[in-house]
T-cell receptor, first 114, second 113 residues
Framework: DTAVSQTPKYLVTQMGNDKSIKCEQN?????MYWYKQDSKKFLKIMFS???????INETVPNRFSPKSPDKAHLNLHINSLELGDSAVYFC????FGRGGNEQFFGPGTRLTVL | AQSVSQHNHHVILSEAASLELGCNYS??????LFWYVQYPGQHLQLLLK??????LVKGIKGFEAEFIKSKFSFNLRKPSVQWSDTAEYFC???????????FGTGTRLQVTL
């Protein structure tokens, strides 16, 4: 049973397109996150949602818009994709609201913008 | 702003060698500390964590880490590495004030046979 799942695993698209990445967790956690891992493996938080409420938005361009239809799902929509958006995007979740506990990561979505 | 430093960017060891990866953080308040591992092509998995209590924590696969508050450090150790330990290792710090997990830049460990 997959705890944190993401779809798709790979995403190849042209510049200027709009795409979405979906994330679901079946751990019953309250908090979910999106991270971006660049080509140098550096991991940086993008967004955090606690029980469907946005609590962290880390200077991410407006082209990125997270959506949380319920506390088990956190999707990431990206408009007008740019070359610099190419990266691996990880979804994560944690219990108790604020991420101070262990975060469980999804398998990642490798986005390639051509 | 809090920051996390991992000074070893790429470490190459032979099997059975001992490992120590450095991690230092900048935040002075109460923190939760983590080491995550990312095997090639896989997602991040927790190796160990420190919240409070005994500053020497043991994790999975024979890893341990020591929290030294005075040095703002949380170094990862393993007495004898295996080829299967080849991976990227990330130190991470959570502070209540920032309410977010900040990762170090990672250390790539390559274990040779």
């Amino acid at each position: 049973d997959t705890a944190v799942s993401q779809t798709p695993k790979y995403l190849v698209t042209q510049m200027g397109n709009d795409k979405s990445i979906k994330c679901e967790q079946n751990l019953g956690h309250d908090t979910m996150y999106w991270y971006k891992q660049d080509s140098k493996k550096f991991l940086k938080i993008m967004f955090s949602y606690n029980n469907k409420e946005l609590i962290i938005n880390e200077t991410v361009p407006n082209r990125f818009s997270p959506k949380s239809p319920d506390k088990a799902h956190l999707n990431l929509h990206i408009n007008s994709l740019e070359l610099g958006d190419s990266a691996v995007y990880f979804c994560a979740s944690s219990p108790f609201g604020r991420g101070g506990n262990e975060q469980f990561f999804g398998p990642g979505t490798r986005l390639t913008v051509l | 702003a809090q920051s996390v430093s991992q000074h070893n960017h790429h470490v190459i060891l032979s099997e059975a060698a001992s490992l120590e990866l450095g991690c230092n953080y900048s935040y002075g308040g109460t923190v939760n500390l983590f080491w995550y591992v990312q095997y090639p092509g896989q997602h991040l998995q927790l190796l160990l964590k420190y919240f409070s209590g005994d500053p020497l924590v043991k994790g999975i696969k024979g890893f341990e880490a020591e929290f030294i508050k005075s040095k703002f450090s949380f170094n990862l150790r393993k007495p004898s590495v295996q080829w299967s330990d080849t991976a990227e290792y990330f130190c991470a710090v959570f502070s209540g004030t920032a309410s977010k997990l900040t990762f170090g830049t990672g250390t790539r460990l390559q274990v040779t046979l």
